[in-house]
Nanobody
Framework: QVRLVESGGGLAQPGGSLNLSCTAS????????MGWYRQPPGKERELVVL???????NYADSVKGRFTISRDNMKSTVYMQMGNLRPDDTAVYCC?????????WGQGTRVTVSS
């Protein structure tokens, strides 16, 4: 059983930045695909970015060039730097860990982008 805890959400102004963290416990995340998803108000959950264990990364088109994922397997932590934030980035951001058919979700952290 993997437990994921996100942190770093909050309020940011348009054009600003926030850094999210996701810390895992219960297993070594090295072989896991680690991802960030988000659910904007009134909308479906969507993939933001996925970091594969072999090193490849997939970003949603909407965040390419603005968001950066990184992972420190030794610290069991995944980070996401979010820059040039826009109001439509407002959402609950959730961390996800996937190994084969088994996936785990964090509780999420809320990000609000507003002036």
């Amino acid at each position: 059983q993997v437990r994921l805890v996100e942190s770093g959400g909050g309020l940011a102004q348009p054009g600003g930045s926030l850094n999210l963290s996701c810390t895992a416990s219960g297993d070594d995340i090295t072989p896991y695909a680690m991802g960030w998803y988000r659910q904007p108000p009134g909308k479906e959950r969507e993939l933001v970015v996925l970091s594969w264990p072999a090193g490849s990364i997939n970003y949603a088109d909407s965040v390419k060039g603005r968001f950066t994922i990184s992972r420190d397997n030794m610290k069991s932590t995944v980070y996401m730097q979010m820059g040039n934030l826009r109001p439509d980035d407002t959402a609950v951001y959730c961390c996800h860990a996937l190994l084969g058919p088994t996936g785990y979700w964090g509780q999420g952290t809320r990000v609000t982008v507003s002036s």
